[in-house]
């Protein structure tokens, strides 16, 4: 089964809108399909079930839960999805761990990018190695 993901925009009357408490205005939110499940050709779309809306297609919390939702970005979407969204991911790249692998911690150390992809060092296993003090500095002598 293959997995792909968008942001896309439910209208002020459709169900999603009204889900996501946007009922009269509309949202923009991430879609996932899944693709041939079960091997029977079918496909499905939906929002996951940690789905907001958001009033802005390139809202920065938005960007951030579309490159923390598993699954490849949608041609279609990198072809005709909303600019200004698609710009806001290409500013924001997906950091990984180097330790753990977590995807864009919430609060991280060391990070590298190049070409739009990067690693980093997220707190929990900066902390777990004995690199950070009892206020949340990164301890003397250690170097990132």
Known sequence: MKITKSIGFSYPTSSNAIALGFEGFGCWH?????HDIEGSGQSRTFTPHNAEGFDRPDDLDLIAMFLETDGKTCEAFK???????LEAIERHPQLKCRKCEAVNPMV???PVVIDGAGSCICLDCADAR???????????GIEL
């Open 130 to 140: 004995g690199w950070i003090d009892g206020n949340g500095n990164i301890c003397e």
């Open 108 to 110: 991280y150390l060391a």
């Open 30 to 34: 991430i879609s996932v399909t899944c």
């Open 79 to 85: 072809t005709y999805g909303n600019p200004k969204a």
